[in-house]
């Protein structure tokens, strides 16, 4: 699951559309739980949404990757595309 940010600048209907999809992980059996996957910008330093423990995330991340990378021919790149097809509807 790819999610917006929950910082708190983040647009109101960002946060909850990611707190019930949030949500909805927790509820499904462990074994059957995507992995979570959460946009950040760089400048912004992620904080939990007061009263949300659901968005709580670890200190540090797992791993990092560029979402604009290119990836194999003509430059495309299939996360960016979705992020910012996800961001314009």
Same mark, same amino acid.
């Given at each position: +699951?790819? @999610? ?22 927790? @509820? +499904?059996?462990?074994?059957?739980r ?14 939990p949404?007061?009263?949300?423990s659901?968005? @709580? ?16 021919? *003509? ?8 992020? *910012? ?5």
């Amino acid at each position: +699951m790819i @999610s917006a940010d929950t910082h708190e600048n983040q647009h109101g209907e960002h946060q909850a559309a990611t707190i019930i999809a949030l949500q909805a992980v927790q @509820s +499904m059996p462990a074994n059957q739980r995507p992995i979570v996957l959460g946009e950040k910008e760089e400048a912004i330093k992620y904080t939990p949404v007061p009263g949300y423990s659901v968005t @709580s995330a670890p200190s540090s991340y797992a791993f990092s990757f560029n979402r604009s990378a290119p990836i194999g021919y *003509d430059n495309h790149r299939p996360l960016l595309d979705f992020i *910012d097809g996800f961001a314009q509807s």
